[in-house]
């Protein structure tokens, strides 16, 4: 599986992006997806991620109510609504996708496969 994401950019406080993650090889619609955030200095951090099985997202505390994933698997592609961006969201966004289950969903390690990161800006 092979992933490319897409749709940073720089924007102001209180606006919104939508990043997109696409997807090639057949077997990804067996995949759960995610995405993670690394700001400068710190470390990989859990977004948002889907089981393959449920189809339902599941999101870090400090992105709950303004972020919403979604899937479109016939076009291969997950998607990162977010909308009221905050300074603190500012990081290189990544996909990814594996055969991760429900307890390893928030674990960068669990996945295997990994896009090559859309850099979010938010200014104050």
């Known amino acids: 599986v092979q992933l490319q994401a897409s749709g940073g950019g720089l924007v102001q406080a209180g606006g919104s992006l939508r990043l997109s993650c696409a997807a090639s090889?057949?077997?990804?619609?067996?995949?759960?997806a995610a995405w993670f955030r690394q700001a400068p200095g710190r470390e990989r951090e859990f977004v948002s991620g889907?089981?393959?099985?449920?189809?339902?997202?599941t999101y870090a505390g400090s992105v709950k109510g303004r972020f919403t994933m979604s899937r479109d698997s016939a076009r291969k592609t997950v998607y990162l609504q977010m909308n009221n961006l905050k300074p603190e969201d500012t990081a290189v966004y990544f996909c990814?996708?594996?055969?991760?289950?429900?307890?390893?969903?928030?674990?960068?390690?669990?996945?295997?496969?990994w896009g090559q990161g859309t850099l979010v800006t938010v200014s104050s």
């Open positions: 889907i089981r393959a099985s449920s189809g339902i997202p």
């Open positions: 090889g057949r077997s990804f619609g067996d995949y759960g």
């Open positions: 990814a996708a594996g055969r991760v289950i429900s307890s390893s969903m928030r674990d960068a390690g669990a996945y295997g496969y």
